[in-house]
Each structure stands twice: as structure tokens, then as C-alpha cells.
């Protein structure tokens, strides 16, 4: 199993809620990553958990809340987004978390639209 | 940190030969990527070369690296409609992130 597997593909959501971006992956990788995708940009990383610790955090605001609950799973709070959040969000995994990481997996991302 | 460039399209017939270029600032990056995003989906890894690399073959691919200049290129040979997506270039400085190129978006011409 080669996969990074994201759910929900598309999520519609007001200011006002909170919900959840859930990604999987079993190939035993000790890097996740997420991801923020604006359209027509590259993908600019938000935050790393290495061995399930939180690693790296790009300075991004506190409405966007990770979690890492085990090896396999990263999960994505959301809540009281701005309409500037709609983007497609990523996660990624990769065996090492060491420096220069070798290759990354993407999942198919998660299409988030704030209203 | 690392800073990557790419031109941000390129149109091709199908059958011919397709290079995408890049260039790159950190020169301590250990590995460069080429990754392929098609519409609606996440990035999926092409190929990758090591630094200490000049060339890497992989069935169609071909990625040169020219490290005196900093330039990275990726040629797709017989290009094919399915070909058709944004490529990034991407390197790596030393720590978790990659930092990619804006992407080139290569639409191929039947």
C-alpha cells in the first residue's frame, strides 16, 4: 500500500464551524506533513510531525490546529477559518524525517471552501 | 533558503520531446524533484536526482543537472496528451521542507 489517503475531497464550511481534515497512510512512514495549495501556486508547507511529534510549524495561524494521533494518522482541526483559507490542502508522508527527506507521498488533498 | 524558478508554461505537439527548466539557489541541496500534479489531484513524484549526479534516465524521463549553473531539466520524450499537468521542481536545503518551483504547466497539443 503506497497510498496517503485524505478525507474529505471536497468541504464546504462557514466561518463559524469547526471541522476536521483526516489523512491515513500504512507504509510505515515516521514523517507526515500538511500542505496549504492556493490555485495556480506550488504547495507551501504549514506543518511536520516526526514521530508523531509536532516538528515544524510555518508560522501559520491558530485556527488551523494538527493532530497526530498515531504513526499513521494526521488529522486537521479547522475553526473559525476566513474565506482566504479556501485552498486545496495536502498531506504528504515520507519514510525519513530526517534532513532532505527523499520522496514525499501526497494524498489527493482535500478541497476546503470557506463561505 | 532555497529558492527555485521555473518557467510557467510550455506547449508541445504530441510525439515531441518535452524539457522543463529549473533553477535552484542552494547549491547544499542533496536530492532535486521533479513532482506531477494533474487537475483536481495531489503532487505525485516523477523522478529525482542525487546532487553528485550529471544525469538520470527513466523509461521517457531524462533529468540533467548542471550544478556549476544551478539548472535542473527534465525531458519527456514522445510526449503524450496524458502528459498534459503542472511539474514542479523542488529541492531540498537541508531541513524537512522542500521548497518548489511555482510550476510549469505543459499542455500538449494532439
Known amino acids: 500500500d503506497t497510498e496517503v489517503t485524505q478525507t474529505p475531497k471536497h468541504l464546504v464550511m462557514g466561518m463559524t464551524n469547526k471541522k476536521s481534515l483526516k489523512c491515513e497512510q500504512h507504509?510505515?512512514?515516521?514523517?507526515m506533513y500538511w500542505y496549504k495549495q492556493k490555485a495556480k501556486k506550488p504547495p507551501e508547507l504549514m506543518f511536520v510531525?516526526?514521530?508523531?511529534?509536532?516538528?515544524i510549524n510555518e508560522s501559520v495561524p491558530s485556527r488551523f490546529s494538527p493532530e497526530c494521533p498515531n504513526s499513521s494518522l494526521l488529522n486537521l482541526h479547522l475553526h473559525a477559518l476566513q474565506p482566504e483559507d479556501s485552498a486545496l490542502y495536502l498531506c504528504?508522508?515520507?519514510?525519513?524525517?530526517?534532513?532532505?527527506?527523499?520522496?514525499?507521498?501526497f494524498g489527493e488533498g482535500s478541497r476546503l471552501t470557506v463561505l | 533558503g532555497e529558492d527555485v524558478e521555473q518557467s510557467l508554461f510550455l506547449s508541445v505537439r504530441e510525439g515531441d520531446s518535452s524539457v522543463i527548466n529549473c533553477t535552484y539557489t542552494d547549491s547544499s541541496s542533496t536530492y532535486l524533484y521533479w513532482y506531477k500534479q494533474e487537475p483536481g489531484a495531489g503532487l505525485q513524484l516523477l523522478t529525482y536526482?542525487?546532487?553528485?549526479?550529471d544525469m538520470k534516465q527513466d523509461q521517457r524521463l531524462t533529468v540533467l543537472l548542471n550544478k556549476k549553473d544551478k539548472h535542473l531539466s527534465l525531458r519527456i520524450a514522445d510526449t503524450q496528451t496524458g502528459d498534459s499537468a503542472i511539474y514542479f521542481c523542488a529541492g531540498g536545503s537541508g531541513s524537512y521542507q522542500l521548497t518548489f518551483g511555482k510550476g510549469t504547466k505543459l499542455s500538449v497539443i494532439p
Open positions: 536526482i542525487f546532487s553528485n549526479m
Open positions: 507504509m510505515g512512514h515516521r514523517a
Open positions: 510531525y516526526s514521530y508523531e511529534k509536532l516538528s
Open positions: 504528504a508522508s515520507s519514510q525519513d524525517p530526517g534532513p532532505n527527506t527523499g520522496e514525499l507521498f
